[in-house]
């Protein structure tokens, strides 16, 4: 905001209990009786981003200087021109929140903790020397590349449509690197990562990635001691017929590999298999995904494999005699080894062998998320404090509609409107503990999106919405298909509403990043509402979500912190780093595909169930100090490396449950449980089991593997 054009005399802005006032076309507002100071701190990432030196546009040209003086730059919106850039240690770049478009960027060898976020622009990492700690976040179409480089302990964090090309074929590594939220489009191949036997790569994990239409195969992988890959998604492969590969995935001279949740299928005329493999160790858990009709994924010669709740074509093993094969629950609830049905207890040399797969090798846990205390710059007395304030909605919908984006200053504003929003409008703040926007009563929407047609995008960052009836509103505003997609949703609190965020009954919200978006004493979080006339199809009212990540998000004290009951399936939502905390209900979900929460957290929840009613999976999540009846009123559970600490049931309902449950503990009893696996899992309840390999059918239970389980978390790791 240029906020010296208004009349410095009229212009004075209100802190914490009262309002800034300004001038407006030369209209006087009376001056506040007093002001006072917010004391609220903003999040610490947001910390660095405002504390960083501004580098104004038409200085475009002296980045690398401003970089090399101040170390931490930030920069405006537009296009910043100019010659490549090179960061090193501990150099910081961050773009506006909308993504600027930069030069090119080179990391320099020997790095460490370099980041780089919201921007458009192409990064390089340098041979040589390790680069470590880095953190690159919120870039787009941006393509990660690397020869010869060595990457560890790196931070990957919403890759939106970034492919990665990464050859250590003749040296150098990548180790321990995460990625989370992670879409490529088109393009083929996609990844390519390849490794050496010299200085070997490994500890490489993925969670939510999106493999969108590429016009060949995706990804070329070789030579890497593990990778794991946890909630894949992959569409239309092959559409072009340009493949050189047999398969969607191609892995070579693997060691171990885990693939954990995949779902799509392939519409193309050019069918191909999902997979063609060759691993000392495949491990295939939660697969949903096909390739209607491109045939049977491949597995190669001397591969291992561990495959467990596979609804698809399944795979072929070229050479059944040269690697083992546990094959369970593929398209029905029976269990084979090496191609013999399986209804006993395993003894004799595949019982070592079965037992080393699931038990693996011990390593550290991923970091649980940095849970800071939420900002609160309105304070304890916030609904005494709005009554006969100014009312600020013209002020701040006037910015909107000049500028397009509206950027706040430090303050409170009191409105008494919705402030309405566009396709490409949105409003920035100076932080969540700097900048609030309060309704003035609590019968309307704070901020309403709106919009009739496909790929709308809204931008709302770096501030709290606190009152109304709803935080954000979205909402159709003509008769097409309105489709919200790569919105800039960050550093949001939600406050006191009916509705923190509410998806009002419009097409669809489709690959969406909410990043650091949390809800306080909502009595919904997040909400999506489905046309209650919907029963099938494709319609403008039928509201449905794919795609979308939250990432360090809270949900506290509320009613109900995710409402996803949809009409039409929901596919591949993700929760990473989350923390659910004196919720009735943490999530309430319907028709979901591929979903799942990511290193959460479950406290104090406190409803008839923790998680409903969908299929859903858990992986490296904590449950602890919940006094609510059950875990999950859900028919099918996929669960990983978790810990349930509360003495109550893992299912609630009376209808027929399954479960597939790896690498955990869980104190009470399972409830109603049907049909399913248990795998290095132990059962503290009531008909506890710890045994290693146990499977769950309508024939009853079986004990597969009788040693006494281990559980720890063997995905979410670092090697």
Request: glycine share 10%; net charge negative; charged share 20%.
């Amino acid at each position: 905001m240029k906020y010296f054009k208004f009349l410095f005399l009229l212009c004075v802005v209100s802190v914490s209990a009262q309002n800034y006032n300004y001038a407006l076309d030369e209209k006087p507002v009376p001056d506040p009786q007093h002001s006072e100071v917010i004391e609220a701190e903003n999040l610490p990432e947001e910390k660095l981003y405002f504390d960083s030196y501004l580098l104004p546009l038409e200085d475009a040209y002296k980045l690398q200087e401003a970089l090399d003086t101040y170390g931490s730059v930030r920069l405006e919106k537009g296009n910043y021109p100019g010659p490549r850039i090179v960061l090193k240690t501990g150099q910081r770049l961050f773009g506006h929140p909308t993504k600027t478009k930069i030069p090119s960027i080179i990391i320099r060898a020997g790095s460490k903790n370099v980041r780089v976020q919201n921007v458009d622009s192409k990064i390089t990492f340098e041979a040589g020397a390790e680069i470590s700690n880095c953190t690159i976040k919120n870039v787009k179409l941006t393509p990660l590349e690397c020869k010869d480089c060595s990457l560890s302990d790196n931070l990957f964090i919403n890759l939106d449509r970034c492919t990665l090309n990464w050859d250590c074929s003749g040296s150098g590594y990548f180790r321990n690197n995460r990625f989370i939220k992670h879409w490529i489009h088109v393009y083929s191949p996609q990844i390519v990562m390849k490794g050496n036997n010299a200085t070997p790569s490994y500890g490489n994990v993925s969670v939510w990635l999106n493999l969108l239409t590429p016009g060949g195969h995706s990804a070329e992988i070789e030579n890497l001691q593990s990778l794991t890959w946890i909630g894949m998604d992959a569409e239309t492969w092959n559409l072009d017929g340009d493949s050189s590969k047999d398969a969607l995935l191609t892995m070579r001279q693997m060691g171990r590999v885990n693939l954990v949740g995949m779902t799509g299928g392939t519409s193309s005329p050019h069918k191909i298999p999902v997979y063609d493999i060759e691993a000392e160790t495949l491990s295939i858990f939660n697969q949903t995904i096909t390739s209607n009709g491109g045939g049977k994924s491949i597995v190669q010669p001397k591969t291992d494999v561990f495959s467990v709740y596979n609804i698809s074509e399944g795979y072929d093993m070229l050479d059944q005699n040269s690697g083992s094969n546990f094959d369970a629950f593929l398209n029905g609830d029976e269990v084979y080894l090496d191609r013999q049905l399986t209804s006993s207890k395993i003894v004799g040399s595949n019982e070592g062998k079965l037992e080393n797969i699931i038990l693996g090798s011990k390593y550290e846990p991923w970091p649980r998320g940095d849970f800071d205390k939420l900002p609160n710059p309105a304070g304890s007395n916030w609904e005494e404090n709005r009554k006969n304030q100014l009312d600020q909605y013209e002020y701040i919908q006037d910015l909107v509609d000049k500028d397009g984006i509206a950027e706040l200053e430090e303050g409170i504003y009191y409105i008494g409107k919705s402030i309405i929003l566009k396709d490409g409008q949105g409003i920035i703040g100076q932080g969540t503990g700097k900048t609030a926007i309060i309704g003035l009563s609590d019968d309307f929407p704070l901020v309403i999106g709106e919009g009739a047609s496909s790929s709308v995008d809204f931008t709302l960052t770096h501030m709290t919405l606190q009152g109304g009836s709803a935080g954000l509103q979205i909402r159709s505003s003509g008769n097409g298909l309105l489709q919200v997609t790569s919105c800039n949703f960050k550093f949001l609190v939600f406050r006191n509403q009916r509705n923190g965020i509410h998806l009002n009954k419009f097409y669809g919200f489709d690959n969406n990043f909410l990043d650091h978006v949390s809800f306080i004493d909502c009595n919904i979080g997040f909400y999506q509402e489905v046309d209650p006339s919907y029963t099938s199809g494709e319609n403008a009212t039928m509201m449905y979500v794919d795609k979308i990540v939250f990432y360090e998000s809270q949900f506290i004290n509320c009613g109900i912190g995710v409402s996803m009951m949809a009409g039409r399936t929901d596919n591949l939502i993700g929760w990473v780093n989350c923390k659910f905390d004196g919720n009735e209900i943490a999530a309430d979900l319907k028709y979901h595909k591929g979903s799942f929460f990511a290193n959460c957290d479950f406290v104090n929840q406190q409803g008839d169930y923790i998680i409903g009613e969908s299929p859903i999976a858990v992986y490296s999540s904590i449950f602890k100090n919940n006094q609510a009846k059950g875990v999950f009123k859900s028919r099918n559970v996929i669960m990983e490396g978790s810990t349930l600490s509360d003495n109550i049931p893992f299912f609630t309902q009376d209808k027929p449950t399954q479960a597939f449950i790896a690498n955990s503990t869980i104190n009470g009893s399972l409830g109603r449980f049907d049909n399913g696996m248990l795998i290095n899992t132990i059962v503290s309840g009531e008909g506890s089991s710890k045994s290693l390999l146990v499977q769950k059918n309508d024939k009853g239970q079986t004990i597969l593997l009788d040693r006494s389980s281990v559980p720890y978390p063997q995905l979410l790791v670092k090697q």
